[in-house]
């Protein structure tokens, strides 16, 4: 299905907002998930399903100096 991930329209096989979070590798990191403009809480991510059109935001944060 087709969604809108960081703005970007992308093709997925998600069920869910914690697959998506595992297709892009940040599973285990500290990350922020908005969909379709509400914030969701890591215990809400297995149980979120995603629907065709759905505008997702990933933030993840990278240390560094």
Known sequence: ME???N???QELAARTIEEIIVHFGLA???VVV???????????WAV???REGMRI????FVGGG
């Open 7 to 9: 703005g970007v329209k």
């Open 48 to 50: 979120t399903e995603v």
């Open 34 to 44: 908005e969909a379709d403009g509400a914030v969701l809480t890591q215990e809400q």
């Open 57 to 60: 935001e990933l933030v993840h």
């Open 28 to 30: 285990g990191k500290p």
């Open 3 to 5: 969604l809108v991930i």
